[in-house]
C-alpha cells in the first residue's frame, strides 16, 4: 500500500495531507468506481487512520464534493490561463480549446466534471463553508465571460453571454463528453475539427 501522505508540505502541510487524501480518492474513484467509495476505503488507500480522514472530511459526500471542487478549480486555472491574452477572439478560441486540452491532460478529474451537475451539489451540500464555497466557485470564470462578451459584443447582454458559452463551454464539452462518459480519452484527432467548429460559432453575430 502506498502511503500518500508520508511527506508533508511544510508551507502548508494541512493542504498537502487534504490533497493526498483527494489523490487517493481520486485512485479509487478511477479504479474502482464511485459505488465503491468510502472514508473507510479512502484511509486504507492512503496508509492513514480512518479518523483522519474524517478530521479532513467529514462525511463521504463531502469527500466526494471536495474532489469535484478540485477537479473544477484544476479546470479553471487552465482556462483563465488561455482566455488571458488581448485578442478576445483568439481568447474565446483559446478558452475552449483549454477544455479539450484539459479533457486530454486529466482526463479523471474530466470524468469526475461530468459526472455531477454543479446545481445538484449546492442543493445537496449543508449550509456551511462547504455551501459558501461552492456558491462562489464559478464567480472568476464567470467574470472572465462577462469579459468576452463585453469585449466581442461591446455589452455583456444574456445573448452575448450565452455567445461566448457556447464557444468556450458548450461546443468542448459536446466533444468530448461522450468519450468521458464511456471511459476513453477524446481523441486527439478531434482537436482540429473542434477548433474550427470554435473559430465558425465565434463568427456568429447575436
Same mark, same amino acid.
Do not use: K
Given at each position: 500500500? =502506498?502511503? @500518500? %501522505?508520508? !511527506?508533508?508540505?511544510?508551507?502548508?502541510? #494541512?493542504?498537502?495531507?487534504?490533497? @493526498?487524501?483527494?489523490?487517493?480518492?481520486? #485512485?479509487?474513484?478511477? $479504479?474502482?468506481?464511485?459505488?465503491?467509495?468510502?472514508? #473507510?476505503? %479512502?484511509?486504507?488507500?492512503?496508509? =492513514?487512520?480512518?479518523?483522519?480522514?474524517?478530521?479532513?472530511?467529514?462525511? #463521504?459526500?463531502?469527500?466526494?464534493?471536495?474532489?469535484?471542487?478540485?477537479?473544477?478549480?484544476?479546470?479553471?486555472?487552465?482556462?483563465?490561463?488561455?482566455?488571458?491574452?488581448?485578442?478576445?477572439?483568439?481568447?474565446?478560441?483559446?478558452?475552449?480549446?483549454?477544455?479539450?486540452?484539459?479533457?486530454?491532460?486529466?482526463?479523471?478529474?474530466?470524468?469526475?466534471?461530468?459526472?455531477?451537475?454543479?446545481?445538484?451539489?449546492?442543493?445537496?451540500?449543508?449550509?456551511?463553508?462547504?455551501?459558501?464555497?461552492?456558491?462562489?466557485?464559478?464567480? /472568476?470564470?464567470?467574470?472572465? =465571460?462577462?469579459?468576452?462578451?463585453?469585449?466581442?459584443?461591446?455589452?455583456?447582454?444574456?445573448?452575448?453571454?450565452?455567445? =461566448?458559452?457556447?464557444?468556450?463551454?458548450?461546443?468542448?464539452?459536446? @466533444?468530448?463528453?461522450?468519450?468521458?462518459?464511456?471511459?476513453?480519452?477524446? /481523441?486527439?484527432?478531434?482537436?482540429?475539427?473542434? !477548433?474550427?467548429?470554435?473559430?465558425?460559432?465565434?463568427?456568429?453575430? $447575436?
Amino acid at each position: 500500500m =502506498v502511503s @500518500a %501522505v508520508s !511527506e508533508p508540505d511544510a508551507r502548508n502541510p #494541512r493542504r498537502s495531507t487534504r490533497d @493526498a487524501l483527494l489523490d487517493a480518492t481520486m #485512485r479509487i474513484v478511477g $479504479e474502482r468506481g464511485l459505488s465503491a467509495l468510502t472514508t #473507510r476505503i %479512502v484511509a486504507e488507500e492512503a496508509g =492513514v487512520t480512518h479518523g483522519l480522514v474524517r478530521h479532513y472530511f467529514g462525511s #463521504r459526500d463531502e469527500l466526494v464534493t471536495r474532489l469535484w471542487m478540485r477537479a473544477v478549480r484544476r479546470s479553471q486555472a487552465a482556462f483563465l490561463d488561455a482566455v488571458d491574452v488581448d485578442d478576445p477572439a483568439l481568447a474565446a478560441v483559446s478558452g475552449g480549446m483549454s477544455i479539450f486540452d484539459f479533457c486530454r491532460a486529466q482526463p479523471r478529474d474530466a470524468r469526475l466534471l461530468v459526472s455531477f451537475r454543479y446545481e445538484d451539489l449546492v442543493r445537496a451540500a449543508p449550509q456551511g463553508p462547504l455551501a459558501d464555497e461552492l456558491r462562489e466557485l464559478n464567480r /472568476p470564470v464567470e467574470a472572465a =465571460v462577462a469579459g468576452l462578451a463585453r469585449a466581442l459584443h461591446g455589452r455583456a447582454t444574456p445573448a452575448a453571454v450565452g455567445h =461566448v458559452l457556447l464557444v468556450v463551454f458548450d461546443l468542448p464539452y459536446g @466533444a468530448v463528453r461522450r468519450h468521458l462518459i464511456a471511459g476513453v480519452d477524446p /481523441p486527439q484527432r478531434l482537436r482540429a475539427d473542434l !477548433e474550427r467548429a470554435l473559430r465558425g460559432a465565434l463568427a456568429i453575430v $447575436e
